[in-house]
């Protein structure tokens, strides 16, 4: 079982939709969640950072954790063509220097 | 903006041949750490490295890696005797402190192509 699994898309919406990002993962010790932003030709770029279980909103993202049933989302709202990019979930465990990256999700927003 | 540099942006090599990417870290960063993502899968740990030594590595980094700061700017990644299978996107990371709980910036990262 791969330790973090994510649907690689690609998911194309209308702009001012609301998008919805999933990872699942399978180890318990994962303590810390993360969502990294990859545009084209670009490193990954940090987002969202949620410890354990809850909910995070920082503008128009949401960064949800559910550690009971192992489920990472997140939620953009009124999305823009800009968010346009790859959305890579990572998580990693205390102590623990290495993410563990899902193979990501190619987002277009069309205008 | 500060901001993880990486050289060159692609490279290719024979196969067998030797490889150094090379990396800035931001200025006042301590800790630092290569990822890879081999063309359609998932961005994979590499190493991490503080003071001077290795202080995580993953199964992926056998004898064939080493990584070394050899001044006050510079963080490298050698492949003594690239293979096919080490054809990938490479990324330099770095951060302030260790943990995933502090933020790690990446570079834009070297595309490795080996022959």
């Known amino acids: 079982q791969k330790e973090v699994e994510q649907d690689p898309g690609p998911l194309s919406v209308p702009e001012g939709a609301i998008v919805s990002l999933n990872c699942t993962y399978s180890?318990?010790?994962?303590?810390?969640f993360m969502w990294y932003r990859q545009y084209s030709r670009k490193g990954p770029e940090l987002l969202m950072y949620?410890?354990?279980?809850g909910n995070k909103e920082d503008g128009r993202f949401t960064a949800q954790v559910d550690k009971s049933s192992k489920y990472i989302s997140l939620f953009i709202r009124d999305s823009q063509p800009s968010d346009s990019a790859t959305y890579l979930c990572?998580?990693?465990?205390?102590?623990?220097?290495?993410?563990?990256f899902g193979t990501g999700t190619r987002l277009t927003i069309i205008p | 903006e500060p901001e993880v540099t990486q050289t060159p942006s692609h490279q290719v090599t024979q196969m067998g041949q030797e490889v150094i990417l090379r990396c800035v870290p931001i200025?006042?960063?301590?800790?630092f750490y290569w990822y890879r993502q081999i063309l359609g899968q998932k961005v994979e740990f590499l190493v991490s490295?503080?003071?001077?030594?290795?202080?995580?590595k993953s199964e992926i980094f056998d004898d064939q890696f080493s990584v070394e700061r050899p001044d006050g700017s510079n963080f490298t990644l050698k492949i003594r005797s690239t293979k096919l299978e080490d054809s990938a996107m490479y990324f330099c990371?770095?951060?302030?402190?260790?943990?995933?709980?502090?933020?790690?910036?990446f570079g834009p990262g070297t595309r490795l192509t080996v022959l």
């Open positions: 180890n318990s010790a994962f303590q810390y």
């Open positions: 490295f503080y003071n001077n030594e290795i202080s995580e």
């Open positions: 200025s006042n960063h301590l800790y």
């Open positions: 990371a770095s951060s302030t402190m260790p943990g995933a709980s502090n933020e790690q910036f």
């Open positions: 949620t410890y354990s279980s």
């Open positions: 990572a998580t990693s465990s205390f102590g623990n220097e290495k993410l563990t």
